[in-house]
């Protein structure tokens, strides 16, 4: 059944945002912590482990793939509730700022990619 | 119309389902007839979601009745949930391969953009140390910025800058990702696991991404969730004694 897949995302989702916040906790900050993440990694193991032990079916999966194909409409609607109007009214400050900081991590990402690479095939699929 | 305003309200996020549908179906259209597939569908519906932003205030058009349903649908929770399925495209091996990488780049992204709110900061005539730490923030993400304001006790119109200059940062990247994508070879798993690092809003990179390349989003995702944690880890604590201590 569908709802196995949807309640195994939901199960890595709470579990990793509770790890997120007890790290918070941990270093004394009320902040979530890579909650994300650790649910993502929970999520990529434990649909690794299951389909091991078979049983995770392509039913079930179909759960978790349906809440994946949802992410870009999710972003689409996200955006639209985004303060742009504060953007804006922040000032020049605020302007030059967020896309200046923005633009040079951008273009660091060439140089941080060769970190790790050296080893392995670097064979960029596309 | 009462009859349809009193069923729009009371089923505001079903109705917030058809607009997003309709957006992604207008913009897939203008994509390929249009634009000749040149422009990705999703990057035309991104920004058609942006414009409409406009027509509300902080909380874009969910501000206005008739679209709250917007605001839950594009809400943290649902946006995590679905981030979090993401996962399941994701290649482990690539993640381990590029481990180091994804947490170097977390650190100098920070750094980067902390030092760049300073300097600018400072070269519009700004010299608290409060006010310069909480526009640094400001610079690593909206929600660094007012938690490092409030925490090292900065005037509120500083706080206000810091997020706007936040959100600018989220906006700029998810207009800018795809544009800039192909310059700085950001076509594979190794290099989004960097970019969600440095660049770090997890909104706009995660935006920026699906606009540029739906399979490199879990990517970008997995090390960007850890930016904003690690930004109001160091800000308030770690940047903000390092610059008392060259200013005094």
């Avoid at chain 2, 607009?19 to 203008?30: A, E, Q, Y």
């Avoid at chain 2, 610079?139 to 005037?155: E, N, R």
Wanted: charged share 10%.
């Amino acid at each position: 059944m569908k709802i196995y897949g949807v309640a195994l995302l939901a199960a890595c989702f709470l579990m990793g945002k509770l790890l997120g916040r007890l790290l918070g906790h941990l270093i004394n900050i009320d902040s979530d912590i890579g909650g994300v993440g650790f649910a993502m990694f929970l999520l990529m193991t434990s649909s690794i482990y299951l389909r091991k032990k078979k049983w995770l079916v392509l039913e079930t999966e179909k759960g978790i793939w349906f809440w994946s194909s949802m992410y870009i409409p999710i972003i689409v609607a996200m955006t639209s509730t985004l303060n742009v109007k504060a953007a804006l009214s922040g000032g020049f400050l605020a302007i030059i700022l967020g896309i200046s900081a923005t633009a040079v991590c951008m273009l660091m990402v060439p140089l941080l990619s060769k970190i790790g690479r050296g080893k392995s095939i670097d064979s960029p699929k596309k | 119309m009462e009859i349809i305003n009193t069923i729009i309200g009371k089923n505001g996020l079903v109705f917030a389902f058809l607009c997003v549908g309709i957006i992604m179906l207008f913009s897939s259209w203008v994509s390929k007839y249009i634009t000749n597939k040149k422009i990705p569908g999703v990057a035309i519906a991104i920004i058609i979601g942006l414009s409409l932003a406009f027509l509300g205030d902080e909380k874009g058009i969910s501000n206005i009745p008739l679209f709250a349903g917007m605001a839950l649908l594009g809400g943290p929770m649902l946006r995590d949930f679905a981030v979090v399925a993401t996962a399941m495209s994701a290649d482990l091996s690539k993640i381990r391969q590029a481990g180091l990488a994804g947490l170097v780049s977390l650190l100098i992204g920070v750094f980067i953009s902390f030092t760049m709110g300073v300097l600018i900061g400072l070269s519009m005539g700004y010299t608290n140390i409060e006010s310069l730490t909480t526009i640094g923030a400001g610079a690593c993400t909206y929600i660094v910025g007012p938690v490092t304001g409030t925490a090292i006790g900065a005037s509120s119109d500083v706080i206000a800058i810091s997020v706007a200059t936040g959100v600018v940062k989220t906006i700029f990247a998810t207009i800018g990702t795809p544009l800039i994508a192909q310059k700085i070879k950001l076509d594979n798993p190794h290099a989004a696991i960097v970019f969600g690092g440095l660049v770090g809003t997890t909104s706009g990179v995660v935006a920026g991404l699906a606009a540029t390349d739906e399979e490199l989003v879990p990517y970008g995702a997995l090390t960007s969730t850890f930016y904003t944690g690690i930004g109001c880890l160091l800000c308030p604590s770690l940047f903000y004694v390092i610059l008392r201590f060259l200013n005094i």
